[in-house]
């Protein structure tokens, strides 16, 4: 592996989401479509809300109730205690929200989700659930990362983004770290039945899912498949980043992806991608809805964003012989 500024490890977040009781291994799925023997990561129910981003703001929430010191054997009553007068403080496009959210009443800490006008409404009464407070801030989603931060500075909060800029990259570290869980559970789950992907399909936003799943394939998997980054076409912020070798702001108007409509990539992100991803695509708003429908006849139901994988899949002319894994980030949002 190439020398990175950081590391990923996946230990520690494993060890803390199995004390959780809402945490078991997302299934991986085996279906046949069109004559294609695909692989399913299937994230549609993760830890009760319904998307891949459980696993790193959970996780970050807790790292950073506990410190620097680290204090890896604190109890749950340890840390709530530490944790009252805390409030976290970020933007999001939905997901990322919920799972800050959700990390925080777990620890005790206090919440501010800070959601712009494209968010669909549903999140806002699915964070109050998470005894959230929802601010409606920005018109898209840059906006409402300005405003967060600028909230979390002027009244003493945590910030926690899942993107990274220069100056900020620990606690969107911390988020990344947690997504490696689900390369782990693949690579536990593919060393039992030998079914190893020639393919890996994942879909991006500000990139970090995407990341650290990459960053771990290429660290420990021991069959090593072509690794294509998927994005938006209206917001194909590290595609053109790569082209540009530095992390770049892309225009465009808002896209059904919405929780992949983001119009500037992390630095983290763009730092193992650059590097270790082997490609990288886009697709319109008519391919992901498209894929939306055509799982949902198998039984999948997800959003444009939760499929945008296995949109470009269906893009790409690949052999019949290869074998594709995907995954699918999101169910759909009631």
Known sequence: MKNLSFTLAHESPVSLLK???????????????????????????????????????????????????GASNSSLEEMREKAGEMTFVCASAGNHGMAVAAGARIFGAKARIHLSETVPHAFVTRLKKQEAQVVRSGANYEE?????????????????????????????????????????ELRKALSKNGNWPTHVFLQAGVGGLAAAVTYMIRKNWPVQPKIIIVEPEKAPCLKDAVKAGHVVTVGGSASNMGRLDCKTASMLAFEILNFMADSFVTVSDDQAQAATDDLSEIGIQTTPSGCAGFAALNAIDLSIDARPLVIITEGRVQ
């Open 19 to 69: 004390q959780c009781p809402n945490y078991e291994p997302s299934p991986l799925l085996q279906r046949t479509v069109a004559q294609r023997l695909i692989l399913l990561k299937d994230e549609t129910q993760r830890m009760g809300l319904g998307a891949f981003k459980a696993l790193g703001g959970v996780y970050a929430v807790a790292q950073l109730i506990k410190g620097d010191e």
């Open 144 to 184: 409402s990362v300005q405003i967060a931060i600028n909230d979390a500075a002027e009244n003493n909060c945590i910030h926690l983004a899942d993107g990274s800029w220069a100056g900020y990259s620990e606690p969107p570290r911390l988020v990344m770290e947690g997504y490696t869980v689900i390369a782990e």
